[in-house]
């Protein structure tokens, strides 16, 4: 396979620009596709989501990592936007991956259409993948790495709290930035529940999906992904328990190289979305 050609494109967002990736080995030749989801205060450039996209890329995929409008970083992942960071719904968030996925499909990535579309999506934007797929038929096959199972991640109290002071801050514990927090991020997510109920859109898949988890996952427990496993019907649905892996299968931002890990969830991701993407 050839060596993968990497651009740089943006969308208008919900907050601003969608910063989109593209790496494939053909820009004529039509190929699956596959759109890859950062997690919260994650980005297009985080940690193994670049290396994942290489290699789709080597396989056959045109590989699209995206970060929201909302998500707060610039070209550099920086997190230079705070403000976008603090309007994040959860609406705004699927907005974006509309038009993201609407641009591919139309061949405005500097790619062909795609002869199929997969998605893959980190922790909370797992979550979103699994919200996403539902909505969009286009989408063929779900791929799911240490995935929320809800996207309530706060106590009634805090919550509260939360109403009160209108809006609060968060530590990014990679850079140490106090991120804001706006409560409209609260008021969307109780004013479309449905939408964004992550469970039911599990349950309702009826596409190829792997879910795939860290046995050891510090930050999303490893029981919302036994949760999540237990709801699926389809026949084609498949599980990756990595034993003694923590939230980010081993790897660190910035990239510093695969890992055992690392190369057990990019090999099983890539296995499963060439068996179902054509």
Known sequence: MATPLLTHHA??????????????????????????????????????????????ARAGFTAVNISVSGSGVDEHGDFAFPERFARNTYTRELGDIAIAVQALLAGELGTVPPTSLGIIGHSRGGGVA???????????????????????????????????????????????????????????????????????????????WLLTHG??????????????????????????????????????HPWAGPTAKTEQLFGATVKFLARYLR
């Open 215 to 252: 046995t050891e996952d510090e930050t999303v427990p490893l029981a919302e992904a036994r949760e999540l496993a237990a709801l699926s019907t389809d026949p084609r649905f498949e599980s990756l328990f990595v034993e003694g892996s923590g939230h980010t299968f081993g790897a660190r």
């Open 11 to 56: 969308l208008p967002g919900a907050l601003g620009p969608i910063l989109v990736d593209v790496r494939a080995a053909s820009r004529t030749a039509r190929q699956p596709a596959v759109l890859i989801m950062h997690g919260f205060k994650g980005f297009k450039d985080y940690a193994f989501l670049p290396p994942m996209a290489d290699r789709l």
């Open 130 to 208: 699994l919200c996403v797929a539902r909505e969009t038929p286009a989408i063929g096959a779900v791929v799911t790495w240490a995935a929320i199972s809800t996207i309530r991640r706060y106590t009634d109290a805090e919550v509260e709290l939360w109403r009160k002071l209108g809006r609060i801050e968060m530590e990014n514990a990679r850079t140490h930035q106090m991120l804001p927090m706006d409560y409209e991020i609260v008021e969307d997510a109780l004013a479309h529940e449905h939408r964004f109920d992550i469970r039911a859109a599990a349950a309702a898949l009826d596409r190829p």
